[in-house]
């Protein structure tokens, strides 16, 4: 059955009146009655042993349940697949490894009661040697944070092929540094658990409700059937809340051992050290070419910062690596990564969660090619592209879907007037004006709906003529409701305002593995098409039964069955579903992952005085196969593009050498706001996959994956012709002012 009518057409968030008003329904909302509060201790040293903690002055202060330490729960620890050597205690009892590990929980009536006891816990240190740089973390005489590895390697992985550089006539050798970032979700971490009979319910703000129903049963050694968990409205996610936290199995430790209501709430510098980082990348690449351009070869060398506790950062560099060929075709692609477990906040994903890098890594080195070159990056980027046929596979092992690459190039230029920039960054040259051009390019490919490619969806048509949509996956700000629902409606043929999507509950909802790898409408999207397509085939049959027709006979027309060439014979799903509600399930499975990309071009002016650096304009052309909400898209891509930006000229998350977290606030940690950020130009190609009946790709992270690159080099462009050849991000003034005069500029 095609998707038709209510699909591709500019839909309105149905979420967002309901979020716009106040009426939302987040973890914070969630208030049983007699709920009590939590609040940790934690660690403010890097690494050290305790050897004393000291809970008597703030067990008698008013207000106050209890103080917790490890020894009273007897949690589990968190581990992570084929890193038990790294596992995580919920609550630190021997060692602490890095500023933020928790060691003890407060329990209090009130919020102000419990962060008092929590202040006057004290914790006795025996201070040991941090290692916070990775590649210092790897020599053979690092401190090494857990003892039964015997030393800090998180992995080491090699694959691809080398030797194109090998006949090269020109070889650029770079080192990038791909900086580590808070997620900083508006909403931070939230936990609220309540005894329910003789199991726990747990309210959470997580992107994969069913994965924390997994750990908090495994943790706190309870059944699964025991454990429901619900994520209501999610204020962000970004990744950060794919991670399951030590935090959620404690507060429904503590719900179960009081047999109260507990709650918990990250306070926002408590979130800046406690929730999982992104990025920290270090990446060493040579790229090789001819003298016309065409490229050999490019060898990459990875160095990654896992944190203390290493888990999904151990993987990162395969992804930066498949993906390092971007849309170009590159014969021999070798990479080598190691990753290392230091002293530092856990790293985890981050929107794009090794995509992004990888195209910083190879937009950046093909930028630097077009300048020793001599030649424009973007005939440079022409003159490499993969021209298919699809399936491609590429040097580094990935297999493209579909592309068409050399379109999204040429619109994209033609979008910005790519000529025009280029001789009004050549007038302000020859004035030697104050505030100087950039321009960046970057052409992306990315992979999505990574890892799990299967998810459920149901459908149920009810007696009062409501449709019950219910999906696994959980939606941090995307839109689901809406999408869903658009779905249901083109297929069951009914409106849009009759259909009602249930999602995030696991009491509710039989199974769901979440959000995350832009994986939602293309797994999930499909599964509740597949559940609406059964769904009608029950119709179906109902219906012919009732009319005494062949099913054959049947035909679905505005919401009603009947008999195809006889008038008047029709029922609704109201009717079908009077003696009992209709209801079909499914799981859907994708065969294999898609590759959404397109082209970005940035647009800053750099004051060459100061090295301020603003982004003036962004152009994202943007292709994730078959839209279904324009809208939809638009919003995800703006959001990325804001997250790309902000990594390239302002985010970092900075440590000294004792492992001091230096950036713990929003006054230290600088995000952009919408002064800084540019109204977003954006334009989609749709190049279906064909991996699910949708059509669809994820463009989740496509926006932050094409524009981090783009600014970047946008930056660099702006005073390359000062001799400026290269600038880490973020590109904050100082840093663009130093590399101004080391360079010679003026």
């Known amino acids: 059955m095609a998707v038709h009518r209510a699909l591709g057409g500019s839909v309105k968030r149905r979420e967002d009146p309901r979020l716009i008003t106040g009426a939302g329904r987040y973890t914070d909302d969630m208030r049983p009655d007699g709920s009590l509060h939590a609040v940790f201790v934690r660690s403010t040293m890097a690494h050290a042993r305790i050897t004393e903690i000291d809970r008597s002055a703030a ?69 040991l040697a941090a290692v916070v740089d990775p590649a210092a973390a790897l020599l053979p005489d690092a401190p ?128 800046l ?63 080598e990564a190691r990753v290392a477990a230091t002293n530092t906040t856990v790293v985890s994903a981050y929107r794009g969660a090794g995509r992004p890098e990888a195209m910083s890594l190879i937009e950046r080195a093909m930028d630097m090619l077009a300048l020793e070159l001599g030649m424009d990056p973007a005939e440079l980027r022409r003159r490499n592209l993969i021209e298919g046929p699809f399936p491609h596979t590429t040097a580094s092992g990935a297999t493209y879907d579909s592309g068409d690459y050399r379109t999204a190039l040429d619109r994209a230029l033609a979008a910005c007037g790519y000529d025009e920039l280029r001789r009004e960054q050549k007038a302000r040259r020859s004035r030697s004006d104050r505030l100087q051009l950039g321009i960046g390019l970057s052409m992306y490919v ?91 085939e029950k119709g179906r049959e109902e219906a012919a039964r009732r009319l005494e027709a062949g099913v054959e006979d049947m035909e679905l027309v505005d919401g009603r069955f009947g008999v195809r060439g006889v008038p008047g014979s029709a029922v609704s799903w109201a009717e079908l579903a009077s003696s009992g509600a209709l209801v079909a399930e499914e799981e859907f499975f994708q065969s294999d992952q898609t590759f959404p990309f397109g082209c970005h071009v940035a647009v800053v002016e750099v004051d060459v005085e100061t090295g301020e650096a603003r982004l003036v304009r962004h152009v994202a052309l943007d292709d994730c196969g078959t839209i279904l909400n324009p809208m939809l898209v638009a919003g995800q891509i703006h959001g990325g593009v804001a997250q790309g930006a902000a990594q390239a000229l302002y985010e970092e998350f900075v440590y000294d050498a004792e492992g001091n977290p230096l950036t713990t606030s929003l006054i230290d940690y600088t995000i952009p706001t919408i002064g800084e950020i540019p109204m977003i130009e954006t334009l989609h190609m749709e190049t279906p996959t064909p991996h699910n009946p949708l059509g669809a790709k994820g463009t989740g992270e496509s926006g932050t994956t094409g524009a981090t690159a783009a600014v970047q080099n946008a930056v660099v462009d702006a005073v390359s012709h000062l001799g400026v050849r290269h600038i880490d991000m973020p590109a904050h003034p100082m840093r663009v002012w130093e590399a101004i005069r080391a360079a010679g500029g003026s």
């Open 446 to 536: 990315e992979v999505t709906a990574i890892l799990t490619p299967m998810e459920y969806a149901s459908a149920r048509a009810e007696a009062d003529g409501s449709i019950v949509v219910m999906s696994g996956t959980t939606s941090t700000g995307q839109g689901h409701e809406t999408a869903y629902a658009q779905i249901a409606s083109s297929l069951l043929d009914v409106p849009l305002d009759v259909i009602r999507v249930v999602a995030s509950d696991t009491g509710l909802v039989a199974s769901g593995d979440g959000t995350y790898g832009s994986r939602s409408l293309q797994i999930g999207g499909s599964a509740v098409r597949a559940a609406c397509v059964a769904l009608v």
């Open 273 to 335: 050290v406690a929730m999982t980082h992104g990025r920290a990348q270090v990446q060493d690449v040579a790229i090789g070419a001819m003298r016309d351009g065409h490229v050999t070869g490019l060898e990459i060398s990875i160095l990654g910062d896992a944190g203390a506790y290493p888990g999904q950062a151990a993987g990162m560099p395969y992804y930066t690596g498949q993906m390092s060929s971007g849309v170009y075709d590159i014969a021999k692609i070798h990479v």
């Open 59 to 127: 067990v008698g202060m008013p207000g106050v349940v209890g103080v917790y330490v490890a020894a009273d729960l007897g949690l589990k620890p968190q581990e992570f697949p084929s890193l038990d050597a790294f596992a995580r205690p919920p609550l630190a009892s021997e060692v602490v490894r890095f500023v933020g590990d928790a060691i003890a929980v407060a329990v209090a009536e009130t919020g102000a009661q419990a962060m008092d006891a929590a202040q006057a816990v004290m914790v006795d240190y025996e201070p």
């Open 144 to 271: 090494v944070l857990h003892a039964t590895k015997g030393d800090n390697v998180a992995s080491y992985m090699e694959f691809g092929e080398a030797g194109g550089l090998e006949g090269a006539e020109v070889v650029v050798r770079a080192r990038f540094i791909n900086q580590r970032l808070a997620a900083v979700p508006i909403e931070a971490n939230a936990v609220v658990a309540a005894p329910d009979g003789d199991g726990v319910r747990v309210w959470v703000s997580s992107q994969v409700p069913f994965r924390v129903r997994a750990e908090v049963s495994e943790l706190v050694r309870l059944p699964e059937e025991k454990v429901r968990v619900i994520a209501g409205d999610v204020g962000g996610g970004f990744g950060a809340k794919l991670a399951t936290y030590p935090e959620q199995s404690i507060v429904a430790a503590l719900a179960v051992k009081l047999q109260r209501p507990v709650a918990w709430f990250e306070y926002r510098s408590e979130n």
